[in-house]
């Protein structure tokens, strides 16, 4: 058996419409199902969002003829393939539709995000965005990025990229040849100095003195 036009009621700005839900947007919406493909993979072919594919599916909107060829042709059925459809001469495989959105869940602290690896090129770019006395969010600026991405990458929750490596060094007005070199030397002089004002810090006054000397002779 085929597809039938039917009548469908819905609200919209607070009131009840009612409108022809037509055979094709139902046939549309069974093969687009049938071959497992999401709303959101449909939504780029016809420069919609999601909720406006559903809107075509569910009978609230229409589609043109053009949208519709750019379906079929998304679905890979020919048209005379899809009147077969709409006649129910050609029949398609049952599959719920909640099976397309049917997914694995993970442990979320499997994802890249929740683990930290802090690579030797993640501690370099730190160091030179603090050389360059840049805070996170305005070396993320220039670089065009989200204002968190600069912190996910220099805490090692995301990986690095070549061009996002290239693009942060150029925009903190440094080479790709300064870059290698601080990554090849053995010990980065920023990170030493942190590590002395963390200790000076917990030392005594008359130490601090005798060290403060000793740091003037050199």
């Known amino acids: 058996m085929g597809f039938q036009d039917k009548m469908v009621s819905f609200k919209r700005r607070g009131r009840l419409r009612t409108k022809i839900h037509s055979k094709e947007a139902q046939a549309l919406k069974a093969i687009r199902i049938a071959r497992g493909i999401t709303r959101e993979q449909v939504a780029p072919v016809l420069e919609r969002g999601r909720q406006a594919v559903e809107r075509y599916e569910n009978g609230r909107a229409d589609l043109d003829e053009q949208q519709v060829k750019k379906l079929l042709r998304r679905y890979r059925i020919t ?17 719920h539709a909640r099976s397309v959105y049917k997914t694995t869940r993970r442990d979320p602290k499997e994802y890249r995000r929740y683990q930290k690896e802090i690579t030797k090129e993640a501690r370099v770019l730190k160091v030179m965005r603090t050389m360059r006395g840049l805070t996170k969010e305005q070396t993320a600026k220039l670089c065009g990025f989200h204002p ?17 490596i290239r693009k942060i060094v150029h925009a903190l007005s440094f080479t790709m040849e300064d870059f ?14 942190e590590e002395c004002k963390a200790i000076l810090e917990r030392i005594e006054t008359s130490k601090l003195n005798a060290v403060r000397a000793l740091l003037v002779n050199f």
């Open 148 to 164: 968190s991405c600069i912190d996910h990458r220099e805490n090692g929750r995301t990986n690095l990229k070549k061009e996002h």
């Open 180 to 193: 290698y070199e601080m990554v090849e030397a053995p010990i980065l002089r920023t990170e030493v100095i």
């Open 79 to 95: 048209h005379e393939e899809f009147k077969a459809i709409i006649d129910g001469k050609q029949q398609l495989p049952i599959r």
